[in-house]
């Protein structure tokens, strides 16, 4: 037989073979849009994508390796895994708490959280929703010289809360000049039923004498207030970008270091500061200090300190070669380990909490806990005063008791709204 009667044959197999592909794709890309329909309220989009901006960023590349990603319908409720309440199916953050809702592949997990089920990255040690510990958290050095992050290990589903502040700074009964500085910037973010507060808290003690220290703690409050509002609060009300807030405190922070490090090479002038700052959003806080200025919790029993000092002191209280009672004599009780513009990278200590409705933040310089032990602080805090007559009547206080530091409090009042009317 020639090879031309052979030809209709292999043409025949041919075709049979390149119709058999072709559905056998079509059953495949069934299966993948299948897949892709609304099963659940999860959402997760590569690192690499975020912000979120449209629906097409949700979807996988043709060659991704990620595979299918799981989509909520637009009349599907998101559950938050924190204070469980619904949101939006396409909602990447709670309206209601402000957690933001977990947004990476599925690649980069290893476990879900056994308290609240949200996913966790490998790199990390502890839910980033909750909490709640996971194993051994990273040391030191695998964090790469990352500021310090101390999560609260008792977060609760937060109720809504209302949010009264205020702030005062005072010379004190021996300085002429006052190197404290102290800022605040606040704001509600209102749509529909929606409500959110957020704010940032900021107090610092400038060190090195008439215009220096006093440069130095105004220096860092301008510029970590702006910091945070160009770069995490602005992005945030305008775009709903997701933000990492313990992040972008601790940037806040280095920024501020490295404008007083700058301001000191510049001028010549051996200044320096401390800091103790707070980011708020929704009932989320987040504390970060630098020195020996610190932030307390009053609950309307207790008073939790919220911060450990950068100093020697505490360090050898730490050890135990230095009583808790006999730190507040030492001679060496003003020696810092840490302060903005000491050198040209600090190391940060950042704290994360859920603010609970009659909690009280305090924020203040050592002019005032160096004058009044917690005793003395929790008998004025438990007057329950407004903000502003809490923050004169601990100065008072202070000033009572020596003054012999300028002496600056702000405080955060969280009320509910039946407290409030």
Wanted: net charge negative; hydrophobic share 40%.
């Amino acid at each position: 037989m020639q090879w031309s009667s052979y030809l209709p044959v292999a043409l025949a197999i041919t075709a049979v073979v390149v119709l058999a592909i072709a559905l056998l794709r079509l059953g495949l890309r069934g299966r993948q849009l299948r897949k892709l329909s609304p099963t659940n309220s999860v959402i997760h989009v590569p690192r690499s994508e975020r912000p979120l901006s449209n629906l097409a960023n949700f979807l996988p590349a043709a060659s991704s390796p990620a595979g299918p990603v799981e989509l909520p319908a637009a009349n599907e409720q998101h559950i938050c895994p924190r204070c469980g309440s619904p949101n939006r199916g396409a909602a990447n953050h709670c309206s209601h708490c402000g957690v933001m809702f977990t947004m990476d592949t599925p690649e980069e997990q290893t476990t879900r959280c056994t308290k609240c089920g949200s996913p966790i990255p490998t790199d990390h040690g502890f839910c980033g929703v909750c909490g709640m510990a996971v194993g051994t958290a990273p040391s030191a050095d695998a964090l790469g010289g990352r500021p310090t992050v101390l999560l609260d290990p008792q977060l609760e589903p937060p109720t809504p809360i209302i949010i009264q502040s205020a702030a005062l700074c005072d010379c004190g009964r021996v300085r002429s000049n006052n190197e404290d500085s102290l800022g605040l910037i606040e704001g509600l973010q209102h749509h529909e039923a929606d409500r959110m507060q957020w704010g940032i808290y900021v107090v610092s003690d400038g060190m090195g004498g008439h215009e220096g220290g006093e440069v130095a703690s105004a220096l860092g409050v301008k510029t970590f207030l702006n910091y945070l509002l160009t770069n995490a609060i602005l992005p945030r009300l305008t775009t709903d970008a997701t933000v990492d807030w313990s992040a972008h405190t601790g940037a806040a922070a280095q920024a501020a270091n490295q404008a007083v490090f700058d301001a000191c090479a510049k001028s010549k002038n051996n200044m320096g500061a401390t800091l103790v700052a707070a980011t708020l959003y929704g009932n989320r806080l987040t504390v970060v200090h630098i020195g020996d200025s610190r932030a307390y919790c009053w609950d309307g029993t207790q008073l939790q300190q919220l911060t450990e000092d950068h100093s020697l002191i505490a360090q050898l209280v730490a050890v135990g070669e230095v009583r808790p009672e006999e730190a507040r004599s030492h001679p060496q009780r003003s020696v810092l380990l840490q302060s903005l513009g000491q050198k040209q990278s600090v190391q940060p200590t950042i704290s994360e909490h859920t603010l609970r409705p009659n909690q009280r933040v305090l924020l203040c310089s050592d002019g005032l806990h160096g004058m009044l032990d917690d005793h003395a602080i929790s008998t004025v805090l438990a007057q329950n005063l407004d903000p502003q007559a809490t923050c004169q009547a601990l100065i008072d206080a202070a000033n009572a008791a020596g003054g012999d530091d300028n002496v600056s409090a702000l405080i955060i009042a969280c009320r509910t709204l039946s407290a409030i009317s």
